[in-house]
């Protein structure tokens, strides 16, 4: 299984970016896909995860009504649509999956087995 993550780059306060993931494996559609994203000096967290239906979403409080994950598992890709970005939103976000998990575990980093390489977001204030 890869993870292939892009759409990183620099934006301003107040702008939008939209991350895809692509992902091999014919499998997709039964796995669990999240986003996570590290800052400098700071731990990895999470953003936000969509079950395999795609009937099941959660976000980090941090992002809620901004970002939405969005998946096509016809195309093998989950998105991230970002929008209203400020600074603090600045990190490398990691798109990753895991099968099928409990939704107590959708947030848990521990939870996903498969991780992609990372994309850059700045947010310049």
């Known amino acids: 299984v890869q993870l292939q993550a892009s759409g990183g780059g620099l934006v301003q306060a107040g702008g939008s970016l939209r991350l895809s993931c692509a992902a091999s494996?014919?499998?997709?559609?039964?796995?669990?896909m999240a986003w996570f994203r590290q800052a400098p000096g700071k731990e990895r967290e999470f953003v936000a995860a969509?079950?395999?239906?795609?009937?099941?979403?959660r976000y980090a409080d941090s992002v809620k009504g901004r970002f939405t994950i969005s998946r096509d598992n016809a195309k093998n890709m989950v998105y991230l649509q970002m929008n209203s970005l400020t600074p603090d939103d600045t990190a490398v976000y990691y798109c990753?999956?895991?099968?099928?998990?409990?939704?107590?575990?959708?947030?848990?980093?521990?939870?996903?087995?498969?991780w992609g390489q990372g994309t850059l977001v700045t947010v310049s204030s």
């Open positions: 494996g014919r499998t997709f559609r039964d796995w669990d």
């Open positions: 990753a999956s895991t099968p099928r998990v409990a939704s107590s575990g959708l947030a848990a980093a521990s939870s996903y087995y498969y």
């Open positions: 969509m079950r395999y239906s795609g009937g099941t979403t």
